[in-house]
């Protein structure tokens, strides 16, 4: 049986419409691809943008929610997993996620992307330009930095056909 392809989808609850026009985009492609999406389902933003992307084109959602109800759950989300864990919910985003994809954020993105990079998985960061922070992994291809979601399917492809996961 093959495994699922599950691309988490991070970034801010107030990216501005440019960034959540990308982020719905990625979510479309994302689904095309017949991916499943991942992202910390709430109805703000980034995730907002992306499941509704997704859910638009036929897609899989999946929202892992920081509450142990659905309040503030995004409509686009299929799949809600009720944590009551808060912040630290951005664990279970990443070690679920085969590859994460970072829009611009802040605090809570900044800890997605640095989870995913200290538990190994690959990073991609859509317009979203961290500074020096984490240059050491650019350095040993595990953090990639793209201009568009376009992009970003095409290093996601690459990665999973190197099976450099």
């Not at 989808?9 to 960034?19: L, S, W, Y």
């Not at 985009?25 to 691809?33: E, K, V």
């Not at 389902?41 to 509450?67: F, H, Q």
Request: with cysteine; hydrophobic share 45%; net charge neutral.
């Amino acid at each position: 049986m093959q495994q699922s392809i599950i691309i988490g989808v991070m970034g801010g609850a107030d990216p501005g419409p440019e960034v959540e026009a990308a982020a719905l985009d990625m979510g479309r492609l994302i689904a095309n691809q017949g991916w499943i999406l991942l992202n910390g389902g709430r109805n703000v933003g980034v995730m907002a943008a992306s499941a509704r992307g997704a859910a638009e084109k036929g897609g899989i959602t999946v929202g892992i929610l920081p509450g142990e109800t659905s309040t503030g759950a995004c409509k686009h989300i299929a799949i809600s997993i009720l944590t009551g864990m808060g912040m630290a919910r951005n664990c279970i985003n990443v070690l679920s996620s085969t590859v994460v994809v970072a829009f611009p954020g802040g605090a809570g993105t900044i800890s997605e992307i640095a989870l995913a990079l200290k538990y190994d998985r690959p990073v991609i960061l859509v317009g979203f330009d961290p500074g020096g922070l984490f240059l050491s992994y650019k350095a040993a291809g595990r953090l990639f930095t793209v201009k568009s979601p376009e992009q970003a399917i095409v290093r996601i492809q690459t990665i999973l056909s190197s099976g450099d996961m």
